[in-house]
């Protein structure tokens, strides 16, 4: 198989990349990403196979697509890259309509000039909105997304079904919760946490901390990826996530306690504009093809807080991307 990998720089793509090159050595992986602020090529520096290509470009730029397209023979496209930051799309909403909508659509029209037969999306449980608590999301329910940034993923999405009705494009939409583990940019919640406590800084939360996520282990992910790609049905959207949830202040909490942390550096700041209070969604249909999430948070989150604190120089590092 030959696989474009788009935000394959990022924290969910390149630990994508580095279970597919390592499980699949046969594949050919090319990665093209934009290396935004979100980036970091330390995530794939130590990969040499000669079956892994990367190229720095936009999901914008047709020609770049198209050619990586035609060169490396593509049969299946999954798109990461993404503007993935719901505080930075509250002021710079121009951007993710840039590269989560305008980018996803030169994708779908380069796959469908080429023929290429599948197109991975790989989506969010925040399309569904706030959920009242114990309700959890079949992949038929509304879209209902709060912020810029679900807005332009739902919209994304609604592309992708379009180009299926029209046009029988092989699609697959992967909304997932909300991913936790090595290689996260330091702007989200749980690397932000570990690496203000491993410096002694203040740690800022919106509110009183007391909305609620489902923590999936970014491997836990991957691997649901990797069914839907040997087992999903084509034209699928499937939910990937653990059913269970904490508060934003019992995951800073327990990152406390893993680092031995002083839980006072803990800020209460101001409420995020639009603050989902809680998402859910209903995984039976991936479980179906016989995926189950392996990493309990304690786990999870104890090989997280190892990881940051023994790969400084991958998050310390001035020359970041
Ligand atoms: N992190 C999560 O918890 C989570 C949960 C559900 C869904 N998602 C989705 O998964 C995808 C990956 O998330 P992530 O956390 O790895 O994001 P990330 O911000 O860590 O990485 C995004 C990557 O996309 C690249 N990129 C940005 N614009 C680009 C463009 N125009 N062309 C090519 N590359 C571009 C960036 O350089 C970066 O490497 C996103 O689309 C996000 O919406 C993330």
Known sequence: MHILVTGGMGFIGSNFIRYHLKH???????????????????????????NYHFYQGSINDLTLVQEIVQQHQISLIINFAGESDVDRSLTKSDVFVQTNVAGVNNLINVALKENIPRFIQISTDEVY????????????????????????????????????????LGINIIRSANNYGPRQYQEKLIPKAIIAFLKGNEIPL??????????LYVNDNIRAIETVIHSGKIGEIYNVGTQKELSNFAVLQAIAKNLS?????????????????RYGVQTA?????????????????????????????????????
Do not use: C, M
């Open 261 to 277: 942390g002083d839980s006072s550096l803990i800020r209460f700041t101001r409420q995020r504009p639009g603050h989902d209070q």
């Open 24 to 50: 699949y050595p046969q594949d050919e992986v090319i990665n093209l990403d934009l290396l935004s602020y979100a980036a970091n090529q330390l995530s794939l520096a130590d990969i040499t196979q000669l």
């Open 129 to 168: 909105g706030s959920l009242p608590a114990l309700e959890f999301a079949a992949e038929d329910a509304p879209l209902n997304p709060s912020s810029p940034y679900s807005a332009t993923k739902a919209s994304a999405e609604l592309l992708l079904l379009a180009a299926k009705k029209s046009y029988q």
């Open 285 to 321: 249909k991936i479980k179906e093809l016989g995926w189950q999430p392996e990493v309990d948070f304690g786990l999870g989150i104890k090989k997280t807080v190892t990881w940051y604190q023994t790969n400084r120089s991958w998050w310390d590092d001035k020359n970041y991307r």
């Open 206 to 215: 919106f509110g009183k901390g007391l909305e609620t996520r489902d923590w």
